[in-house]
């Protein structure tokens, strides 16, 4: 799940996945597991200001998609076969191709306190949409711990003078919207049998990352001369922010109900307000404080409703 980070200019996410295949192991370590995601996306923020170049998010995007997808391609040495084909272009669309320019496109426009909170509603489009795509009907325990959530990660990260751009509040409801349908969609359709987890992760990242590719060379032109410190930022976005963290992702969504995962998306803007505190020198107040427990409490509580 992707959450922006508080005073963001660049954006971090994630989007949904594959998977269901019989769950494996207890809910708690594959909630564990599955957290990794949402994790590490909230260090992108710093990673973005602190090591990458400024004012080129579709580049970031790209640059984080493709070659993360085709490594994962070249180590599995696996294609899509079927059905597979259009699958994986509709899911590595909606999880990267729409979803990383929208998410930066409301970055852009609108304050990373409002960004995030827009973005934490996607528990509850997950609990609205699953009626439709899974027929599970939401029970108010899951629209509650929704609710707290949303709660939770505006104390966590508005400010007094966060400001409202219709643009950019359009295309960050409409990011979540589409990362809340690939949950639910790679949750309904599973991924193919015997084909290992990382080479459907590779698929998606691929079909983005090439959507992506005319976009970053058409609006913002040749990309600058990279510094080490932009490879390295680079290569730890592509390979743990998206590669790694996406596989993570999509591993919990295979095993536990969609509606849970969601709710572990709520771990990006706490990470990303965790490491603001310890990179960046920011403080947290007392009003964040309780954001904080608000959106571990609503965490807590999505885990228990999906169970239940």
């Known amino acids: 799940m992707s959450v922006v980070a508080p005073n963001l200019r660049a954006a971090s996410g994630p989007g949904a ?3 269901t295949a019989p769950a494996r ?10 957290v990794i995601g949402p994790l590490t996306w909230g260090t992108t923020y710093v990673t973005t200001t602190q090591l990458l170049p400024p004012d080129r998010p579709l580049l970031l995007a790209t640059m984080r ?25 509709v899911l590595g669309l909606l999880n990267f191709g729409a979803f990383f320019p929208l998410l930066f496109l409301g970055a852009y426009r609108l ?3 409002v960004a995030s909170t827009v973005s934490a509603v996607m528990p509850l489009l997950v609990a609205g949409l699953g009626a439709f795509v899974l027929k599970v009907r939401p029970t108010r325990r899951t629209l509650g711990a929704g609710v707290v959530g949303v709660a939770g990660v505006g104390l966590l990260v508005l400010r007094g003078s ?34 290992p987890l990382l ?14 590719v005319p976009l970053a060379f058409g609006i ?32 919990g969504i295979e095993r536990l109900p969609a509606s849970s995962v969601a709710f572990l998306g709520l771990a990006n803007p706490v990470m990303a307000t965790l490491a603001g505190l310890l ?9 964040q404080l309780g954001g904080l427990v608000l959106v571990l409490v609503s965490v807590l509580l999505g885990q228990r409703a999906a169970r239940s």
């Open 199 to 212: 080479a459907v992760t590779g698929w998606q990242l691929t079909v983005g990352g090439l959507v992506l």
């Open 25 to 34: 192991g207890s809910a708690a370590m594959n909630a564990a597991l599955a």
């Open 279 to 287: 990179v960046l020198g920011q403080t947290l107040t007392l009003w």
């Open 111 to 113: 304050p990373g306190g």
């Open 220 to 251: 913002e032109g040749m990309p600058p001369a990279l510094s080490g410190a932009n490879i390295a930022g680079f290569a730890y976005l592509g390979l743990i922010g998206t590669a790694l963290a996406y596989a993570m992702w999509f591993r």
């Open 65 to 89: 998609a493709l070659p993360a997808g085709l490594v994962l391609i070249a180590a599995t040495r696996r294609l899509p076969s079927g059905s597979w084909w259009w699958k994986s272009a």
């Open 17 to 19: 996945a594959p998977g």
């Open 162 to 195: 966060a400001a409202v751009d219709p643009v950019g509040l359009g295309a960050m409801l409409l990011a979540t919207s589409l990362m809340a349908l690939a949950v639910l969609l790679g949750k309904r359709w599973g991924r193919p049998e015997g084909v």
